[in-house]
């Protein structure tokens, strides 16, 4: 396990290694896990992949939320 940096919605955090996007989502008590989409480096990751994509050193990672309405 090593200690690494990455920015999680433009904010450095300080996080430790191995660690997949599932794992990060339940660290971070994101809310709405079931509702959230993740960006990786700019490109979005699918919901099915959250557990098996692992989190790099110095990655960007954003945690989204689409909302409908309007009329």
Not at 40 to 59: K, L, M, S
């Amino acid at each position: 396990m090593s200690k690494s940096t990455i920015a999680i919605n433009g904010e450095e955090r300080e996080i430790t290694l191995p660690l997949s996007l599932g794992e990060l989502i339940k660290q971070n008590n994101v809310s709405q896990p079931d509702m959230v989409s993740i960006q990786v480096n700019g490109e979005f990751v699918f919901r099915e992949r959250f557990d098996d994509t692992p989190v790099n050193e110095g990655d960007e990672i954003d945690f989204l939320y689409f909302m409908g309405g309007g009329r």
